[in-house]
């Protein structure tokens, strides 16, 4: 059974540094593509970065480039996102998800979804 568990949201304050963890089961990390998205209340969802540990390629939305790096430990079967800088516009639901062929930036070719954990920068 196929099964990703977030974890790590919070509330924090702007400026500061936060990481998610994706812990997996059911597949091993080094198989497939891992995503992060991210949904805020009245908004699409959107990717946020993604990782293929089959050929270490990464994807970031433009957004994030330069503060948040995705990351995998293949032993723990858990993928991180380390959030530096977070912004008061950086709250949302952020959600783990799988792809099979690679990463992409569009959520419905993702095939399991994580429960969501939240995000919230404020002041």
């Known amino acids: 059974q196929v099964q990703l568990v977030e974890s790590g949201g919070g509330l924090v304050q702007p400026g500061t540094s936060l990481t998610l963890s994706c812990e997996v089961s059911?597949?091993?990390?080094?198989?497939?593509?891992i995503g992060w998205f991210r949904q805020a209340p009245g908004m699409e969802r959107e990717v946020v970065a993604c990782?293929?540990?089959?050929?270490?390629?990464?994807l970031y939305a433009d957004s994030v480039k330069g503060r948040f790096t995705i990351s995998s430990d293949n032993a723990k079967n858990t993928v991180y996102l380390q959030m530096n800088n977070l912004k008061p516009e950086d709250t949302a639901v952020y959600y783990c998800?799988?792809?099979?062929?690679?990463?992409?930036?569009?959520?419905?070719?993702?095939?399991?979804w994580g429960q969501g954990t939240q995000v919230t920068v404020s002041s």
């Open positions: 998800a799988t792809r099979y062929y690679g990463c992409s930036a569009y959520g419905v070719t993702y095939n399991y």
């Open positions: 059911g597949f091993t990390v080094d198989s497939l593509a």
């Open positions: 990782i293929n540990s089959r050929d270490g390629s990464t």
